[in-house]
T-cell receptor, first 113, second 112 residues
Framework: KQEVTQIPAALSVPEGENLVLNCSFT??????LQWFRQDPGKGLTSLLL?????REQTSGRLNASLDKSSGRSTLYIAASQPGDSATYLC????????????FGSGTRLQVQP | NAGVTQTPKFQVLKTGQSMTLQCAQD?????MYWYRQDPGMGLRLIYY???????DKGEVPNGYNVSRLNKREFSLRLESAAPSQTSVYFC???????????FGPGTRLTVL
């Protein structure tokens, strides 16, 4: 049974800081890992998708890494801005099966101006 | 492109009532999903449809039924709503079962 854990559950940083969000998963048999952003009362916005064969993906100020063998992924946010304040979710995709996409509980990020 | 759309945005039901949540995507995706999001439980998969004509149970299917009406539309039905089904429901789609998923804005459902 796949379990996904995100640490920390909440994080508050001053504007301009670089920060790292962590995601760990228990079963390394995954197709890919996806990072999402969720604003309060809104849907999920896909940020980055890393295939199981990849080590990292970059989009603008975001960089996500994947170490499948150790069951870990990190999301690095450079030069944080107040507009980055949101909940960040990671999810692992094991393809077919009852838990095709398993989510972590998220990290709630607050960037202080 | 609208992406993934869901109706209604909000709904209040009484215990025992039925309703259908509608989802449509305009990205020509093959796979579609229904999730529920609850505080402290995260997002959990209810049902998914890997391709038109197929549906499969997810982690929490009890109390729900789904219909893949065509390639664009995937509906979720609550036959007899219960307070435990109070949640935010999200529909998502992807090109194939193991591709990037795109989410709709959600339906906030309250069952009294």
């Amino acid at each position: 049974k796949q379990e996904v854990t995100q640490i920390p559950a909440a994080l508050s940083v001053p504007e301009g800081e670089n920060l790292v969000l962590n995601c760990s998963f228990t079963d390394s048999a995954i197709y890919n890992l996806q990072w999402f952003r969720q604003d309060p009362g809104k849907g999920l916005t896909s940020l980055l998708l890393i295939q199981s064969s990849q080590r990292e993906q970059t989009s603008g100020r975001l960089n996500a890494s994947l170490d499948k063998s150790s069951g870990r992924s990190t999301l690095y946010i450079a030069a944080s801005q107040p507009g980055d304040s949101a909940t960040y979710l990671c999810a692992v995709n094991a393809g077919t099966g009852r838990r095709a996409l398993t989510f972590g509980s998220g990290t709630r990020l607050q960037v202080q101006p | 492109n609208a992406g993934v759309t869901q109706t209604p945005k909000f709904q209040v039901l009484k215990t025992g009532q039925s309703m259908t949540l509608q989802c449509a995507q305009d990205m020509n995706h093959n796979s579609m999903y229904w999730y529920r999001q609850d505080p402290g439980m995260g997002l959990r998969l209810i049902y998914y449809s890997a391709s038109e004509g197929t549906t499969d149970k997810g982690e929490v299917p009890n109390g729900y039924n789904v219909s893949r009406l065509n390639k664009r539309e995937f509906s979720l039905r609550l036959e007899s709503a219960a307070p435990s089904q109070t949640s935010v429901y999200f529909c998502a789609s992807s090109e194939l079962i193991y591709n990037e998923q795109f989410f709709g804005p959600g339906t906030r459902l309250t069952v009294l």
